[in-house]
């Protein structure tokens, strides 16, 4: 396995780790995110719905059967990244793992793009 199918799956697997944790925490913790998307103004009824498409996210990415359902998953956490990160630090709140899964949905995405041509030509 080349150096770049290493790398890819370790950003893969960090990215789809933490979008995972984070939908379980707004499954299992309602009443806490609900309070953390109330200090961050933001509607309280799509936590459910946001939960429920990571979990789909982290799917498409991992499966990879439509290449443009694939691309609107790393599109969805890319925003969802970016958008997180700076709700959190307008809010003073600590960034944490918002922003640090940014960079691994870029590697993940750019190389992933390398791997199934690798993949294809095989």
Not at 84 to 107: C, D, K, R, T
Request: proline share 2%; glycine share 6%.
């Amino acid at each position: 396995m080349s150096i770049k199918k290493i790398i890819y799956w370790i950003a893969t697997l960090g990215v789809c780790g933490i979008f995972l944790f984070s939908a379980a925490m707004y499954f299992t913790k309602y009443d806490m995110v609900k309070s953390f998307f109330e200090a961050l103004n933001h509607p309280t009824y799509i936590v459910y719905p946001l939960a429920t498409l990571k979990v789909f996210g982290v799917i498409m990415i991992l499966l990879r059967k439509s290449s443009w359902l694939t691309e609107w998953a790393y599109a969805g956490f890319f925003f969802n990244a970016v958008l997180a990160s700076a709700a959190h630090y307008n809010a003073g709140h600590e960034i944490g793992l918002s922003f640090i899964v940014i960079p691994l949905i870029l590697i993940s995405y750019f190389l992933g793009k390398s791997a199934r041509l690798i993949k294809v030509n095989n």
